[in-house]
């Protein structure tokens, strides 16, 4: 007979390769027709709600790798959840409005503005961004992300502004929302007002200039022939120049030069000096800044004052200590200037070109401006020096290019009135990582207003009419109506009809005598409509709460999301819209730079799951310490390709093993395992464990090194490899085998479940091929238990123990191949001589040699009576040498009771049994 089919060799049908691109569609297809969304709501249903609030993606081209990192975090804890305990819904959302949109219409789809309506404009806004979401809901689908896909949350949808008005309204009730004239943040590539969330720094060349200002009334402490310098990087400010900021308690000293006296802080007279390349000087005087209150200042080239006003912003970091004032460009210029009472002058348009208020440079753009400003103040000798620096800029994060500060009528919520309870907020919040509170606490503690108009045309308009006398109008009545009007016909009717059209019907106003109205063009910063989403999808959803168990977004959304959630959440109901913050890094390249087509650097998630699944792409999010900035490329994911190859033979040694195996029928109970079993159960236990515990902490990266390290280590390089003789050689139902098969049935449950957040794809697959399991999908089952085991610390220890000792016999059987003195392990018969520490603990365990997978062994005595050939360990000596006999064709154990079995000449006893017993009838 053939005696190799007397082996009970692994059968399966699970396929060793993943072939991931093609059988993750399948899969896919197979939860679409099961509606496995609906199906884990219904089972979690009733169980405590667990609510993670989707902060959503921009509508505007395909998924990069930020928004796969970010989704793909948002599943496994959701995934986690609603298998441990949780009804988890997760409702996907999309932001749609804003100037990306405007500008791919008219850039990318060379649409005209100007021969439309901006209710036609609008419009087309509006297809372009269901178009998006469209395109970005299948690449989010592709990444295994589980949700009420369905139904997502928009922020152009008619009962989404609805209740981003009502948010609005709130507010303006409570008194936060005003208008006034102040410097805000303006760019003019997009002629918008920006937030502060929409700047980024960059580095740019900019002019360095030092330029005297003349003293026309020196108030007595001033003789009036002085100079006072400053210093700036925008010279074309200069235009709008109304005053001169000193600090009151710094020390300013006059110094001559050349018979010329310059004014300038006495800490700052040194680098000016070198600077303005003042050889020899003198100082005249010395006083404290205080003192130049009120002293007036000549304009270099009008003819109007400049007067000397004192201010806290002013340091001795940089330039003179008197600081050039313009209120109309800079915020501490603003705030300084209307407590002197300057008046503010802003003399450069939307665009960026200088009004006629700056006679002399009108029609220039600003930044053209800055060599005409210079060469005018050198032309009237008021230029000291000019040189060129390049530093850290403020730019427009959509255009890429420099914002200015310019002084407009915009709307604003007035975030210093409710500071105070933003600041308690923040501390009520659990922040991960912890370093979140302090960041937006800071953000926070400064801030005053928040600008919230934009002059722009694709966005919620600013609900708010104006009477005749100018007057802005916002009353319950009116928020209501505009409510109810945007719920039934989308926010598109503000600019289709007229204001009197939009008010509630017999609408009244002192404002307004007669009876005629205007409305507001301005829209709401895009930040406002995603920062109502707390209001919008929390307390109108009837699944979800407000607040949220978790926010989860990449840690530029501090100054984001987070930041204007917050403010709105406060400001309406006075608490967090979020119980819990988590954030994380950005995606870079292999070298840790910024992934940019220019570079050729980017990693496309979409071409990563053709070229090797989503399930790759997840186990590398899984890999990561993703709280800080995380690297990607391609040789980084062949390495976790290969940590999934390992995982995903571990699955089909697994159920190769338990072909024949009946979970029902042939399970042993844990009181009658072998207890190497029962170790292997314990190192199970302790893997669940830590995954579980891991979970709960948002540490993904310990759940990978955990279940790589079980599967090659504990289980590959040990249980696995030993458990082969027993598995393949004995009777099928014999009592070892059968132990053996119930400790790998209990790790392939348990991997299988714990897996599933991050690799759902294969772990699905996987349940399909497992015995027993009734359920139609993995992610119908929660997370594995740990088994009771009596004694276990002591079996770990004991087994640990043991771990060391096969450690230095596999070395020592390492050596000897290498050496030549045996082939496998199997052709080897080992001598022991233990140390006193090991010798009881090996001679109490059975089945030595299997353990170590070698046809025979011996333990001779103590480690001081081994042979001089010996080799010699800490734990003890070994002699190894070719095993005597010959070797079984069945077990390939070399042995001499080859042939003792006169039917089967070429077996070992041992096997000559099994296959009498069991194979010949």
Same mark, same amino acid.
């Given at each position: 007979?053939?005696?190799?089919?007397?082996?009970?060799?692994?059968?399966?049908?699970?396929?060793?390769?993943?072939?991931?691109?093609?059988?993750?569609?399948?899969?896919?297809?197979?939860?679409?027709?099961?509606?496995?969304?609906?199906?884990?709501?219904?089972?979690?249903?009733?169980?405590?709600?667990?609510?993670?609030?989707?902060?959503?993606?921009?509508?505007?081209? *395909?998924?990069?790798?930020?928004?796969?990192?970010?989704?793909?975090?948002?599943?496994?804890?959701?995934?986690?959840?609603?298998?441990?305990?949780?009804?988890?819904?997760?409702?996907?959302?999309?932001?749609?409005?804003?100037?990306?949109?405007?500008?791919?219409?008219?850039?990318?789809?060379?649409?005209?503005?100007?021969?439309?309506?901006?209710?036609?404009?609008?419009?087309?806004?509006?297809?372009?961004?269901?178009?998006?979401?469209?395109?970005?809901?299948?690449?989010?689908?592709?990444?295994?992300?589980?949700?009420?896909?369905?139904?997502?949350?928009?922020?152009?949808?008619?009962?989404?502004?609805?209740?981003?008005?009502?948010?609005?309204?709130?507010?303006?009730?409570?008194?936060?929302?005003?208008?006034?004239?102040?410097?805000?943040?303006?760019?003019?590539?997009?002629?918008?007002?920006?937030?502060?969330?929409?700047?980024?720094?960059?580095?740019?060349?900019?002019?360095?200039?030092?330029?005297?200002?003349?003293?026309?009334?020196?108030?007595?402490?001033?003789?009036?022939?002085?100079?006072?310098?400053?210093?700036?990087?925008?010279?074309?400010?200069?235009?709008?120049?109304?005053?001169?900021?000193?600090?009151?308690?710094?020390?300013?000293?006059?110094?001559?030069?050349?018979?010329?006296?310059?004014?300038?802080?006495?800490?700052?007279?040194?680098?000016?000096?070198?600077?303005?390349?003042?050889?020899?000087?003198?100082?005249?005087?010395?006083?404290?800044?205080?003192?130049?209150?009120?002293?007036?200042?000549?304009?270099?080239?009008?003819?109007?004052?400049?007067?000397?006003?004192?201010?806290?912003?002013?340091?001795?970091?940089?330039?003179?200590?008197?600081?050039?004032?313009?209120?109309?460009?800079?915020?501490?210029?603003?705030?300084?200037?209307?407590?002197?009472?300057?008046?503010?002058?802003?003399?450069?348009?939307?665009?960026?070109?200088?009004?006629?208020?700056?006679?002399?440079?009108?029609?220039?753009?600003?930044?053209?401006?800055?060599?005409?400003?210079?060469?005018?103040?050198?032309?009237?000798?008021?230029?000291?020096?000019?040189?060129?620096?390049?530093?850290?800029?403020?730019?427009?994060?959509?255009?890429?290019?420099?914002?200015?500060?310019?002084?407009?009528?915009?709307?604003?919520?007035?975030?210093?009135?409710?500071?105070?309870?933003?600041?308690?907020?923040?501390?009520?919040?659990?922040?991960?990582?912890?370093?979140?509170?302090?960041?937006?606490?800071?953000?926070?503690?400064?801030?005053?207003?928040?600008?919230?108009?934009?002059?722009?045309?694709?966005?919620?308009?600013?609900?708010?009419?104006?009477?005749?006398?100018?007057?802005?109008?916002?009353?319950?009545?009116?928020?209501?109506?505009?409510?109810?009007?945007?719920?039934?016909?989308?926010?598109?009717?503000?600019?289709?009809?007229?204001?009197?059209?939009?008010?509630?019907?017999?609408?009244?106003?002192?404002?307004?005598?007669?009876?005629?109205?205007?409305?507001?063009?301005?829209?709401?910063?895009?930040?406002?409509?995603?920062?109502?989403?707390?209001?919008?999808?929390?307390?109108?959803?009837?699944?979800?709460?407000?607040?949220?168990?978790?926010?989860?977004?990449?840690?530029?959304?501090?100054?984001?999301?987070?930041?204007?959630?917050?403010?709105?959440?406060?400001?309406?109901?006075?608490?967090?819209?979020?119980?819990?913050?988590?954030?994380?890094?950005?995606?870079?390249?292999?070298?840790?730079?910024?992934?940019?087509?220019?570079?050729?650097?980017?990693?496309?998630?979409?071409?990563?799951?053709?070229?090797?699944?989503? *399930?790759?792409?997840?186990?590398?999010?899984?890999?990561?310490?993703?709280?800080?900035?995380?690297?990607?490329?391609?040789?980084?994911?062949?390495?976790?390709?290969?940590?999934?190859?390992?995982?995903?033979?571990?699955?089909?040694?697994?159920?190769?093993?338990?072909?024949?195996?009946?979970?029902?029928?042939?399970?042993?109970?844990?009181?009658?395992?072998?207890?190497?079993?029962?170790?292997?159960?314990?190192?199970?236990?302790?893997?669940?464990?830590?995954?579980?515990?891991?979970?709960?902490?948002? *540490?993904?990266?310990?759940?990978?090194?955990?279940?790589?390290?079980?599967?090659?280590?504990?289980?590959?390089?040990?249980?696995?490899?030993?458990?082969?003789?027993?598995?393949?050689?004995?009777?099928?139902?014999?009592?070892?085998?059968?132990?053996?098969?119930?400790?790998?049935?209990?790790?392939?449950?348990?991997?299988?479940?714990?897996?599933?957040?991050?690799?759902?794809?294969?772990?699905?697959?996987?349940?399909?091929?497992?015995?027993?399991?009734?359920?139609?999908?993995?992610?119908?089952?929660?997370?594995?238990?740990?088994?009771?085991?009596?004694?276990?610390?002591?079996?770990?220890?004991?087994?640990?123990?043991?771990?060391?000792?096969?450690?230095?016999?596999?070395?020592?059987?390492?050596?000897?191949?290498?050496?030549?003195?045996?082939?496998?392990?199997?052709?080897?018969?080992?001598?022991?001589?233990?140390?006193?520490?090991?010798?009881?603990?090996?001679?109490?365990?059975?089945?030595?040699?299997?353990?170590?997978?070698?046809?025979?062994?011996?333990?001779?005595?103590?480690?001081?009576?081994?042979?001089?050939?010996?080799?010699?360990?800490?734990?003890?000596?070994?002699?190894?040498?070719?095993?005597?006999?010959?070797?079984?064709?069945?077990?390939?154990?070399?042995?001499?009771?080859?042939?003792?079995?006169?039917?089967?000449?070429?077996?070992?006893?041992?096997?000559?049994?099994?296959?009498?017993?069991?194979?010949?009838?």
């Amino acid at each position: 007979m053939d005696y190799k089919d007397t082996l009970l060799m692994p059968k399966t049908d699970f396929p060793m390769r993943g072939n991931l691109p093609k059988r993750e569609p399948e899969i896919q297809a197979k939860w679409e027709e099961l509606n496995i969304y609906k199906l884990v709501q219904k089972r979690t249903e009733g169980r405590p709600l667990f609510v993670l609030h989707d902060g959503p993606p921009y509508a505007n081209g *395909d998924i990069h790798m930020g928004h796969a990192l970010n989704k793909i975090l948002k599943d496994i804890i959701v995934r986690y959840k609603s298998m441990s305990g949780y009804h988890a819904p997760y409702v996907p959302g999309w932001d749609t409005h804003g100037l990306p949109i405007e500008t791919a219409l008219t850039k990318n789809k060379k649409v005209d503005r100007k021969k439309m309506s901006v209710a036609e404009f609008r419009k087309l806004c509006e297809e372009y961004a269901y178009e998006q979401i469209d395109r970005q809901r299948e690449q989010f689908k592709r990444l295994g992300v589980r949700g009420d896909w369905e139904n997502p949350y928009i922020t152009l949808t008619k009962e989404y502004e609805a209740q981003q008005i009502k948010v609005f309204g709130e507010m303006a009730k409570k008194g936060y929302i005003y208008k006034g004239l102040k410097p805000v943040y303006w760019s003019p590539s997009s002629e918008s007002a920006l937030a502060e969330a929409e700047i980024e720094y960059k580095e740019k060349r900019s002019p360095s200039i030092y330029v005297a200002f003349p003293v026309k009334d020196g108030k007595g402490v001033l003789f009036g022939d002085e100079k006072i310098v400053i210093w700036t990087t925008t010279p074309w400010t200069i235009p709008a120049n109304l005053g001169i900021c000193v600090h009151p308690e710094l020390e300013y000293s006059v110094v001559e030069v050349g018979g010329t006296k310059f004014v300038v802080a006495s800490a700052l007279i040194e680098s000016v000096a070198k600077e303005v390349e003042w050889n020899e000087y003198n100082v005249v005087k010395t006083f404290k800044g205080e003192h130049l209150e009120h002293v007036v200042a000549r304009h270099p080239f009008y003819d109007r004052d400049s007067l000397v006003i004192l201010g806290e912003h002013v340091t001795t970091d940089a330039g003179t200590g008197c600081v050039h004032t313009a209120p109309g460009h800079g915020e501490d210029d603003f705030v300084v200037g209307k407590k002197y009472g300057l008046g503010v002058l802003c003399p450069v348009d939307d665009k960026g070109y200088f009004t006629s208020e700056a006679p002399g440079f009108e029609g220039l753009f600003y930044d053209d401006a800055n060599k005409v400003v210079t060469q005018k103040l050198e032309e009237v000798g008021a230029l000291l020096k000019l040189t060129f620096i390049t530093h850290s800029y403020p730019h427009d994060w959509r255009t890429k290019k420099p914002t200015i500060f310019r002084a407009t009528s915009q709307w604003f919520a007035s975030i210093k009135d409710f500071r105070d309870e933003l600041l308690k907020a923040i501390k009520e919040v659990k922040w991960i990582p912890a370093w979140g509170e302090t960041r937006l606490y800071n953000m926070i503690k400064d801030r005053e207003d928040w600008c919230i108009s934009r002059q722009r045309a694709w966005g919620v308009p600013i609900p708010v009419f104006y009477g005749e006398d100018g007057e802005p109008i916002i009353t319950d009545e009116t928020i209501e109506h505009v409510s109810n009007l945007f719920r039934e016909h989308g926010s598109n009717i503000w600019f289709e009809r007229e204001a009197k059209d939009l008010l509630p019907p017999g609408f009244t106003s002192p404002h307004s005598p007669n009876g005629k109205f205007t409305k507001e063009t301005d829209i709401m910063d895009v930040w406002f409509d995603s920062g109502s989403s707390h209001q919008a999808v929390l307390v109108e959803r009837e699944e979800l709460q407000r607040p949220a168990d978790l926010y989860l977004e990449g840690s530029d959304q501090y100054r984001g999301w987070f930041n204007s959630s917050l403010s709105t959440s406060v400001a309406v109901t006075g608490k967090a819209p979020y119980k819990g913050v988590l954030s994380h890094g950005f995606a870079l390249d292999g070298e840790g730079r910024k992934m940019s087509k220019s570079l050729g650097n980017v990693v496309v998630p979409n071409k990563v799951m053709e070229q090797l699944g989503a *399930d790759i792409l997840r186990l590398w999010v899984a890999s990561v310490d993703y709280q800080a900035d995380v690297r990607v490329s391609d040789a980084i994911l062949k390495q976790v390709a290969e940590v999934y190859r390992k995982i995903r033979n571990t699955f089909r040694f697994l159920l190769g093993n338990l072909h024949d195996f009946d979970p029902a029928v042939h399970k042993v109970p844990v009181s009658e395992l072998r207890e190497v079993d029962v170790y292997i159960l314990a190192k199970l236990n302790k893997v669940i464990e830590k995954v579980l515990d891991s979970y709960e902490n948002y *540490d993904f990266a310990s759940i990978y090194h955990a279940v790589n390290n079980f599967c090659t280590i504990e289980l590959s390089s040990f249980y696995l490899d030993v458990a082969k003789d027993i598995l393949y050689i004995e009777a099928a139902d014999s009592k070892n085998r059968r132990s053996i098969q119930t400790v790998l049935y209990e790790a392939l449950l348990a991997l299988t479940k714990l897996v599933t957040p991050i690799l759902p794809h294969t772990a699905e697959e996987v349940w399909a091929y497992i015995p027993g399991v009734t359920e139609v999908s993995v992610q119908l089952v929660d997370m594995p238990k740990v088994t009771e085991i009596d004694n276990a610390a002591a079996i770990e220890e004991k087994w640990d123990t043991f771990m060391k000792v096969r450690d230095d016999v596999l070395k020592a059987l390492e050596n000897a191949r290498n050496e030549k003195v045996i082939g496998k392990s199997l052709t080897a018969s080992i001598t022991l001589y233990p140390n006193e520490k090991y010798k009881e603990l090996l001679e109490n365990i059975e089945d030595l040699a299997k353990l170590f997978i070698v046809s025979h062994l011996e333990i001779a005595g103590s480690q001081e009576q081994a042979p001089e050939e010996a080799e010699r360990f800490d734990t003890l000596s070994i002699v190894v040498k070719q095993a005597e006999g010959e070797t079984c064709e069945r077990c390939w154990v070399v042995t001499p009771t080859v042939g003792t079995v006169s039917e089967h000449p070429t077996l070992c006893s041992n096997c000559a049994t099994i296959v009498q017993e069991h194979y010949i009838k």
